[in-house]
């Protein structure tokens, strides 16, 4: 278990160095494509040629497309050295970049590279960053995340309605992924207790209805021989299978004529039974 808690945080940990200086670059590249842009547009206004420059740009944009992050920094480098430093061209006439030109330029472009604040510190990065764990609580919500899950799998999967437990396990997820270890902690237990208890109460709701549907067990033998208990049409008083009169209210007693084996009722022109064939009196 130790060694899984420290191989996934040695994972993450790298995974998370690695995302942090990739943004970084691709933060660095894009600021050194607008600082140039900036820089070329001061320059046009000045009435400086800066086709060159414009074309290097270009390349830098399509290198920041192609995830080309250090081409495109290097791209935008060449592309101020030549607004500072222009590369002299045959067809230009000796003379044309004058020193008082040169030096306005550098100053120009030096102001508005100062201007924008470094990208390399930690306090002006501005790129995507990671959630950490603040709360300390890490270890616990995905442990009780992975558990959720596989529960609410198990409640699913066997037929129970986990309408509500759907929603809280997606809250649940959000919160993990937003860094919010403590509540997405709190949720994942909700919906731990929520799936239990739902299963216990489906398990009880089952076992009701397979009882209900149990069929009714058929009388033995001696339950139908023996004698039915009677009761008085009149007054409702108890009557012994031999009596002939009520002991309470003397009203005779219409005995029905049955089986003495079976308790089938027979026909009255039937001598012997027609279940069991016994002999009826």
């Known amino acids: 278990m130790l060694f899984v808690i420290f191989f996934e945080l040695r994972i993450m940990r790298s ?16 600021n050194a494509i607008i600082t140039t842009r900036s820089v070329i547009n001061v320059m046009q206004r000045n009435g400086a040629d800066t086709s060159r ?24 480098e060449d592309a101020r050295s030549e607004l500072t430093n222009p590369t002299k061209r045959t067809a230009e006439a000796p003379g044309t970049t004058r020193v008082g030109d040169k030096d306005r330029l550098e100053k120009v472009a030096e102001s508005i590279l100062s201007s924008r604040p470094s990208a390399s510190t930690a306090d002006s990065y501005k790129g995507t960053k990671l959630s950490s764990d603040q709360d300390g609580n890490y270890l616990s919500a995905k442990f009780e995340m992975n558990t959720a899950k596989s529960d609410f799998a198990k409640a699913m999967s066997s037929g129970v309605d986990v309408t509500q437990e759907q929603v809280l ?14 509540k997405a902690l709190s949720l994942a237990v909700r919906v731990r207790k929520a799936v239990s208890s739902e299963a216990s109460r ?21 339950e139908m021989s023996a004698p ?11 009557i012994d299978s031999d009596d002939e009169f009520c002991a309470k209210c003397g009203t005779k007693v219409l005995k ?12 009255p022109t039937d001598m012997y039974c027609r279940k069991c064939g016994a002999r009826i009196d």
């Open 15 to 30: 995974k998370t160095k690695e995302v942090k200086q990739v943004s970084q670059k691709k933060d660095e590249a894009f």
């Open 53 to 76: 420059p414009e074309t290097l740009v270009a390349s830098a944009k399509k290198a920041l497309e192609l995830g080309q992050y250090d081409r495109c920094m290097d791209i935008c």
């Open 169 to 182: 396990l997606t809250e649940a997820e959000t919160a993990f992924a937003m860094g919010n270890y403590t």
């Open 202 to 222: 489906e398990t009880i709701r089952l076992r009701v209805s397979e009882e209900a549907l149990e069929p009714e067990a058929e009388p033995t033998a001696e």
């Open 228 to 238: 039915s208990e009677m009761l008085c049409g009149k007054c409702n008083a108890n």
């Open 256 to 267: 029905e004529r049955l089986c003495g084996v079976c308790g089938t009722k027979p026909k």
